[in-house]
């Protein structure tokens, strides 16, 4: 691996323009169901609550939430679009309330110095995508697609490129800050091979986090891990693919 990386293409205006049009003509999907609203505390499992208040801000986290993934599904398509992207697993672009609560009450109860809206503040994921592309388009697309999102005027808060691991998890999973709402949302770049090892080690990856799970268990499964994502082709130039660089003045946006 060298030290090396892949800039961005220079991605003009009229591709942009098209790429969100279209999008903008899709939509942005139709909107994720709204849970229905706690009384009171929330429960999980494993002994993990939220009393009565966290839990009416952790709800209107998840409102705000699905307000702004709106416009960030138009940003998103069209950076899809423009790139040739498979958008795949759209569905799962919300992370469940549960899941959501599970995530903070989790994070409280490990670090009880925290409150509950630093711990919302700083998560990443309660809006996600996974853009996908065959291996020879792979790092083309990547470099196309980071360009639009960033050449819209998203923030890229996160590059977490493993693709040059010896060993665990291969794929590129990024963060961004959408310009409007302020809101955190990840994009993870796959080829099909990367997307189903991360889909077949998942469970093992749960299993070996477990506290319940003993040191060989989790040695095994590691192991288990690491030769599946030892079998995914690596794309040529991936491993050197950088985060886009962040234009002068982001393109006007176009009213989603």
Do not use: C
């Not at 040529?236 to 886009?244: M, N, S």
């Amino acid at each position: 691996m060298t030290n090396s990386t892949t800039t961005a293409p220079t991605i003009g205006r009229g591709l942009l323009t098209a790429a969100l049009a279209t999008a903008l003509a899709l939509g942005a999907g139709p909107a994720a169901a709204a849970a229905p609203g706690d009384a009171g505390g929330w429960k999980g499992e494993g002994g993990l609550t939220l009393n009565a208040a966290d839990n009416a801000k952790v709800d209107t986290y998840v409102d705000r939430t699905k307000e702004a993934e709106r416009s960030i599904t138009v940003d998103v398509r069209a950076a899809a679009l423009a790139s040739g992207a498979e958008l795949v697993g759209f569905e799962h672009r919300l992370k469940s309330p549960d899941s959501l609560k599970r995530k903070v009450a989790t994070s409280l109860k490990e670090h009880p110095e925290q409150n509950v809206q630093g711990v919302l503040a700083r998560l990443s994921d309660a809006v996600r995508y996974t853009l996908q592309w065959q291996d020879a388009a792979y790092t083309d697309g990547v470099a196309t697609a980071s360009a639009v999102l960033s050449a819209w005027g998203n923030d890229n808060t996160k590059w977490s490129n493993t693709w040059g691991r010896s060993s665990g998890y291969k794929g590129l999973n990024t963060g961004w800050r959408a310009p409007r709402s302020g809101q955190l949302f990840e994009v993870q770049f796959h080829t099909p091979a990367s997307k189903h090892a991360q889909e077949v080690t998942h469970l093992l990856y749960e299993e070996q986090r477990l506290p319940s799970t003993t040191p060989a268990r989790k040695k095994e499964l590691q192991a288990r891990q690491d030769a599946m994502f030892a079998a995914v082709p690596v794309p040529q130039g991936a491993d050197r693919l950088g985060p886009p660089v962040s234009p002068a003045a982001p393109l006007p946006a176009l009213t989603h």
